[in-house]
């Protein structure tokens, strides 16, 4: 593929996108914008891409860099908080519980994810939800593909400890609260 092909290739990628730039976001309208930045970006860095290189994985990571590039705008604006709320996991199309009990989980384990430090949590977006292999992965985070795996394995252990008692036995769902352990140094 070529540069070219971008223009032809961005409308199928669009749902991926947004999809990611929400769950990095939490907000709907820094989503919606954060998509269009990066489009726009693409379009104007065509020429960057390289021959060989999934289109998914290069325009991850533009949303990643523009996404990072917003938060340091805002944190100089001193800007508001970037916490997730019920609505935003409720607007995620992968919600399919049949049951009560089943959107509680969903709602246990996204909250779970949230509470990750930011390198993990996207660590565990891009592998776990959007699919990505731990080296796609490493090109969009520009990180060495040691680095997900540790970061993974960390989230992974974090997540997990979450939902187990002190015995190593699964927690009944109702005892599973915000996390006390996600430490900021794991990034």
Known sequence: MTGQDLP???????????????????????AEDLVQRACVHALERVHQWQPGTSALSWMYSIVHTTWINEIRARRVRSRGSLAWDDADVEAIPDLQASTPEDLASYHQVFGAVDRLPEAQRLVVLLVAVE????????LVLGVPI????SRLSRARRTIGDQFRNAEGQPRPAESIGPASG???EDA
């Open 182 to 184: 996600a430490r900021e």
């Open 146 to 149: 040691g680095t997900v795996m």
């Open 8 to 30: 032809s290739l961005l409308p199928g990628l669009l749902p991926r996108l947004w999809a990611f730039a929400l769950r990095i976001a939490g907000d709907r309208h820094d």
């Open 131 to 138: 699919g990505l292999s731990y080296q796609e992965a490493a």
